[in-house]
């Protein structure tokens, strides 16, 4: 029955649309059951109504004719009740409505199954027998497992058929969620950027001539290599050293030892010149797949990016590259960095990308561009949206396609409401950031990419509360040594000069994974992460302990915090870690000697809340991971959509954990601050306040709003907020609550722009 169930889930996702996908499963389950009817109707909630979309053994006058109300018949029963009916008597059953020619009256028995997807019903599933019998036990089971198999292929389809729907259907919801990949809202037109040349398509086909093959595939790599070149120039004004660094490693995957020599191998065994460069990616890619990780598929991403450039110049054929020649909302399957990189950004309102997720380098340098963007919307077929209009939210990760006009004037106005808000905020740019009792709480900026240290000066941030040193290695092809480290964290310390920085060491492992040091693991946010990868491997914490001191030396004002601390041993292993860094750097370096920086940990695996006591004894500072830490809490994977409505930072728990921190810190008389998103966050950051969090630290396009915020409160009265808020039970209503705090302080505006 498994069996059965995977091979007509296979088909349904074969299908090209939800019809056929469907008539498709009517189809198999009679077959599989040997039963005479079998049918599907689907939810129409707009008219609260259910549809007989296809039937085997109905009459198919009735199919796509008849509807339903939400809860009429045995049908709508199933429904209701979200449970399998199973009947050996349908017809004497109260709920029984025979429906007009459809000639029910016929079959005795009757097994319904709810399709529910996320907690919606989205139809009905429904086997029919003349012969009077209850389905057995694994009939139930098999319909009750297609069910749920078919739910989310239902769903998936649906969104698919909404987007070819016309415009003029009103029933097209068009609205996708994915993840909100750079912040911002862009309305526009799509512009699907087409990969160069389609590599999978070539056939393979012997080499008339290997030497001329040879001299074909040459001149081409030559040529791609040229562009990349020339593609880098054109971004350096645009992006730092260590974004551009990317293109080396495009330049190293075309170089003699890179991909190029595989494709000549393959030439020289008889190959014509795009086949073997076909060949020559497929087995790069074969391996990078194997290894299954993100950064793994992203690589592999790149990998062919630059397999098809090559291919254009074997090709010779430039006409049939998309051109971006106005204002334009990029889609495509997944935006790589090279292709942003060919574009002119300037002419990029917003983007969307297929497949990526937040921490791909696309969305880094979307990011970093302050391009809005979203990511991570299954199956959807790209080729629809060209010319298309579309609404990106990079806020909530939401995509509008063809929205109506009532929508599109609600984002206009957003995107009125935030330019305004940008301009009135600027008069807080040298402004402190100060209670109305004088308190001054500084603000911090969450950094890592170069490209943000303009813009976190420009709104006056106080210093870096995290530079996230993981973002120049994974953007890199391999570990930087120690002076490229020492290079990296000199130059953001002079762009922060006579400010403080505070380096987090090397934070990689769950979703950050870099592509020349793949771990695969089948749990990976409770797996080897942060803290516990530096400390196995203590030569890559110390060469960036070292480089960290070095970089200093000028610049006595950083800290340095360690990522992802489960337990007080790890603490004391890394601070003898420091401390041998250290002495070899004073050494090595002679003259006075450096101290010790201030050293603290990223408070975000629950454990270490509750061994605040010890750990304060042998640090500066608390750090809170409020991201991680609402993760762990919660048990919510912060990266996964299915499950992202979990994912609150007014969920009282949580809550009720930082106040707590609070006051253990207080109580330990150790600093401490917060340098997770939700110190971003208009309404947390009041709680944040009245806790008595002595610094926040978040990105740099929420400083201004945050710095308003601060500046309308008085501490007594956030204070008196946190003991109302710790008295609720649900998410929802502190989140009402405090909304209803900013609205009554006309500080409405700074939540509706930017959560
Ligand atoms: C956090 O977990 O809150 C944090 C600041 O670090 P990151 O988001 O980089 O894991
Ligand atoms: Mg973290």
């Known amino acids: ?135 057995s036990e694994p009939e139930v089971n098999f319909l009750v497992t297609l069910s749920a198999q078919l739910a989310s292929v239902i769903a998936r389809s649906e969104s698919r058929d909404q987007i070819t729907a016309p415009v003029s259907d009103p029933h097209a919801i068009r609205k996708l969620k994915g993840f909100p990949a750079a912040s911002g809202i862009a309305i526009g037109e799509a512009m699907v950027f087409y990969p160069p040349a389609d590599l999978s398509g070539i056939p393979d086909k012997p080499a008339k001539s290997i030497s001329a093959e040879l001299k074909r595939i040459k001149k081409a790599f030559q040529l791609a290599q040229a562009e990349v070149i020339a593609l880098k120039s054109r971004m350096e004004n645009t992006l730092g050293s260590e974004e551009l660094s990317l293109f080396d490693a495009y330049l190293n995957i075309l170089n003699d030892n890179g991909l190029k020599r595989d494709v000549i191998a393959e030439i020289e065994e008889g190959h014509w010149a795009p086949a073997a ?62 292709m942003l990189a060919e574009l002119p950004t300037e002419k990029i309102l917003g983007m969307v990308s297929m497949r990526g997720s937040p921490t791909s380098h696309a969305a880094i340098l979307a990011k970093a561009l302050g391009i809005p963007s979203v990511s991570g919307f299954d199956n959807v077929p790209i080729n629809n949206f060209e010319g298309k209009e579309l609404i990106v939210d990079g806020y909530k990760g939401l995509l509008f396609l063809s929205p109506s006009e009532g929508l599109k004037h609600q984002y206009e106005h957003l995107i009125i409401e935030e330019r305004q808000l940008t301009q009135e905020l600027e008069r807080y740019t040298s402004k402190p950031a100060k209670t109305i009792d004088g308190k001054v709480i500084p603000l911090l900026v969450n950094t890592g990419l170069m490209a943000d240290f303009e813009k976190s000066l420009h709104v006056g941030a106080d210093g870096v509360g995290l530079y996230r040193t993981e973002i120049p290695f994974l953007l890199r092809e391999q570990f930087p040594g120690e002076e490229e480290q020492t290079r990296i964290y000199r130059s953001a310390l002079e762009a922060f000069k006579g400010k403080s920085v505070t380096f987090r060491t090397l934070d990689i492992g769950g979703d950050k994974q870099l592509p020349y040091f793949p771990i695969v693991e089948d749990n990976p946010f409770l797996g080897w992460r942060g803290i516990r990868i530096t400390l196995d491997h203590p030569e890559i ?62 408070l975000e695996v629950p454990s270490a809340i509750y061994q605040i006591a010890q ?123 405090l909304f209803e705090v900013l609205e009554n302080k006309g500080l409405g505006g700074l939540i509706r722009a930017g959560k």
């Open 1 to 135: 029955m498994l069996e059965r169930v995977r091979q007509i889930t296979q088909e349904v996702n074969r299908a090209e649309n939800t019809q056929q996908a469907l008539e498709a499963v009517v189809l198999r389950v009679c077959e599989s059951l040997g039963s005479e009817v079998c049918s599907v109707y689907l939810a129409d909630y707009d008219h609260q109504r259910l549809t007989l979309m296809a039937s085997k053994g109905l009459n198919p006058k009735v199919v796509g004719q008849l509807q339903l109300d939400f809860h009429q018949g045995i049908v709508g029963l199933v429904a209701q009740r979200e449970e399998p009916i199973n009947l050996d008597d349908a017809p004497n059953h109260p709920n029984f409505e025979p429906v007009e020619d459809a000639s029910e009256e016929a079959y005795q028995s009757l097994l319904g199954a709810p399709i529910i997807h996320q907690r919606r019903v989205l139809g009905v599933l429904v086997v029919q027998q003349k012969q009077r019998r209850k389905f």
């Open 277 to 338: 460069l076909r060949r020559a990616v497929d087995q790069h890619i074969r391996v990078f797949e194997t290894m299954e990780d993100t950064y793994f598929r992203e690589r592999s991403s790149d990998l062919k990016d630059l397999a098809r450039r090559v291919l254009v110049y074997l090709e010779d054929d430039r006409t049939a590259r998309p051109k971006l020649t106005k204002a334009s909302i990029l889609v495509a399957e997944e935006i790589t960095a090279a």
């Open 541 to 602: 914490f110390l060469v960036q302990a070292r480089a960290i001191f070095k970089a200093s030396r000028d610049f006595p004002d950083i800290r340095i915090s360690l990522p992802m601390v489960s337990s007080v041993d790890e603490v004391d292993e890394a601070m003898r870690l420091l401390e041998q860094a250290l002495y070899e750097v004073n050494h090595e370096l002679g003259g006075v000697p450096r101290e010790m920086p201030e050293v603290g940990i990223i």
């Open 615 to 737: 750990i304060a004894k042998r640090v500066n500072f608390l750090s809170v991971g409020s991201n991680d830490l609402a993760q762990y809490l919660l048990a919510v994977d912060r990266n996964n959509t299915r499950v992202s409505t979990l994912y609150s930072y007014y969920h009282p728990a949580l809550i009720t954990v930082l106040d707590l921190i609070a006051k253990e810190c207080s109580e330990q008389k150790i600093r401490f601050n917060i340098c997770g998103e939700m110190a971003g966050d208009p309404m947390a950051a009041v709680l944040l306040l009245g806790m008595g969090y002595q610094g926040l630290s978040m990105n740099a396009r929420s400083i201004l709003k945050i710095k308003k915020i601060i500046r309308h409160f008085d501490s007594a009265e956030a204070k008196q907020l946190v003991a109302h808020v710790l008295s609720l039970e649900k998410a929802k209503d502190v989140h009402t609550f």
